[in-house]
């Protein structure tokens, strides 16, 4: 009898941590997908309100974070293909429509 009992609770237990763990694999595979409808819809407000945007802007239009805005940027600094920029009162701005033709660019190399 003590047995069934012991071999009950580990049950129960062991169910439990079960059920913890993906409850919270659920969630976040929740907040994953959120983020991404967030940033998508970011991107097509972004396109659908202005031509240039600042490099915040940039990073969210991309889907990139910082440091791999930085990083992309450094990586094509000083090269033949350089990421088309315009610069307002010493402020840097990037145009939608040649980001996306240079993305094409340096995806065909």
Not at 9 to 19: E, T, Y
Not at 53 to 78: A, C, H, V
Not at 84 to 92: D, F, L, N, S
Request: proline content about 2%; aromatic content about 8%; overall charge positive.
């Amino acid at each position: 009898m003590k047995y069934k009992n012991n071999l009950l609770v580990i049950s129960i237990i062991f169910f439990s941590i079960c059920f913890l763990i993906s409850t919270r694999l659920i969630s976040n595979s929740l907040d994953s997908i959120t983020r991404n409808q967030q940033i998508e819809m970011n991107n097509q407000d972004l396109t659908r309100n202005t031509q240039l945007i600042n490099e915040l802007d940039l990073q969210m239009y991309l889907g990139l974070t910082e440091s791999e805005l930085t990083s992309l940027l450094n990586q094509y600094k000083n090269s033949k293909n350089p990421m088309p920029i315009i610069k307002i009162e010493g402020k840097t701005y990037y145009s939608i429509k040649a980001i996306d033709i240079w993305l094409q660019n340096i995806g065909q190399k």
